[in-house]
């Protein structure tokens, strides 16, 4: 996750907002929330890591981004998977 990969740096989320040009507010929002491609990476350039390592250690095998109507939605488990799918049939 962002959050344990910001702390594993020894970093803040406002000195990573401040790498990024914005508000730690802002960028907690944006963790918090539903990140887009574009603000990923922004983070993993701010923390000097690949995209990929924002996503690492899930542990159960299944992650990854799909964009669907202009939204990013971040799939990290079977549950998360099953919720997108419904969320998009019931579009």
């Known amino acids: 996750s962002i959050k344990k990969l910001i702390k594993a740096k020894g970093l803040t989320i ?18 918090n929330g539903n990140p887009t491609i574009d603000m990923l990476e922004r983070i993993s350039i701010a923390l000097e890591v690949d995209i990929r390592s924002l996503f690492e250690g899930t542990g159960n095998g299944l992650y990854g981004l799909v964009q669907y109507k202009g939204s ?14 419904a969320l998009i049939e019931a579009k």
């Open 72 to 85: 990013t939605y971040k799939v990290d488990s079977q549950e998360s998977l099953k919720r997108l799918i």
């Open 14 to 31: 406002e000195e990573v907002a401040t790498r990024m040009g914005i508000t730690g507010p802002a960028l907690s929002q944006t963790i």
